[in-house]
């Protein structure tokens, strides 16, 4: 009975499905978190009369077949890239990207790494660094004797020193963008690394076409919208029940077999 395995695949399915939705909404706080959705294709067909195929008997063509499914598949995990909401920080080292790019950060192990969190600080020896600590590209820092910072819509980074009150430049800030950002691979910390589907970086600087400007004192937030991340996730729900009533169906029907005498 094919009703079994089909109804199990469905079930996994949904477990996936869940998962994903669970996800989401565990980084509905997580800054410039980007909300995934699962997409589901179905399974081969057991072919048991091919479509367009010859009847033997009278020799006509058969215009629909018969094909049996044998259930559903997950397909992929994809991330929507939307832009979240903009909330007010009054830190000076927060920038948000209002529009499409993505700060670059330097790895330990020499690759570059990507992402949308811009809550920023500065180390010890005052250059700009994410909140674990590694080092945004290019590097830019701040004199130790600087009592203020702005950070133009462009980039560019300027600090008022002591007993000056003309601001001097000491970087610009570039942002990376992708044909696909959908594409990107996740390795937690909310970066990112470059793919084969992500195709290949693009940088400039803030505002250049095709690019977003930056914000001061602003971080971006979680995409995720709680009202419809509760939705799917009953709609989710359901479907797990119903594909769990096939199971418990299809077995009264096996056990109903098994008694025939």
């Given at each position: 009975?094919?009703?079994?395995?089909?109804?199990?695949?469905?079930?996994?399915?949904?477990?996936?499905?869940?998962?994903?939705i669970s996800h989401n909404i565990a980084n509905m706080n997580t800054t410039a978190y980007k909300r995934q959705r699962a997409e589901f294709q179905d399974m081969l067909y057991q072919n048991m009369e091919r479509?367009?195929?010859?009847?033997?008997?009278?020799?006509?063509?058969?215009?629909?077949?018969?094909?049996?499914?044998?259930?559903v598949q997950t397909d992929a995990v994809g991330r929507i890239t939307e832009q979240g909401g903009i909330a007010s920080?009054?830190?000076?080292?927060?920038?948000?990207?209002?529009?499409?790019?993505?700060?670059?950060?330097?790895?330990?192990?020499?690759?570059?790494?990507?992402?949308?969190?811009?809550?920023?600080?500065?180390?010890?020896?005052?250059?700009?660094?994410?909140?674990?600590?590694?080092?945004?590209?290019?590097?830019?820092?701040?004199?130790?004797?600087a009592v203020g910072v702005q950070i133009t819509r462009d980039g560019i980074v300027e600090v008022t020193m002591a007993g000056q009150t003309d601001p001097q430049q000491v970087g610009q800030i570039e942002i990376a963008n992708f044909i696909n950002p959908a594409g990107l691979e996740a390795i937690?910390?909310?970066?990112?690394?470059?793919?084969?589907?992500?195709?290949?970086?693009?940088?400039?600087?803030?505002?250049?076409?095709?690019?977003?400007?930056?914000?001061q004192g602003y971080l971006e937030l979680s995409n995720v919208n709680a009202v419809e991340e509760i939705s799917s996730l009953i709609v989710a729900q359901r479907a797990y029940e119903m594909n769990a009533r096939v199971i418990t169906a299809a077995d009264e029907m096996l056990q109903s077999t098994t008694q025939l005498r």
């Open positions: 009975m094919r009703a079994l395995s089909i109804a199990a695949s469905g079930m996994q399915a949904q477990q996936t499905n869940v998962d994903v479509p367009g195929s010859t009847s033997a008997a009278s020799g006509a063509v058969l215009p629909l077949g018969i094909q049996i499914g044998v259930g920080t009054q830190n000076p080292y927060d920038i948000a990207i209002n529009g499409r790019g993505f700060f670059q950060v330097a790895l330990p192990s020499g690759q570059t790494a990507y992402t949308r969190a811009g809550n920023l600080a500065v180390n010890a020896d005052g250059a700009l660094v994410t909140a674990d600590g590694y080092l945004l590209e290019p590097s830019i820092t701040v004199p130790q004797e937690g910390d909310n970066l990112y690394l470059e793919t084969p589907a992500s195709g290949t970086v693009n940088t400039a600087t803030p505002g250049s076409p095709g690019f977003g400007t930056l914000m």
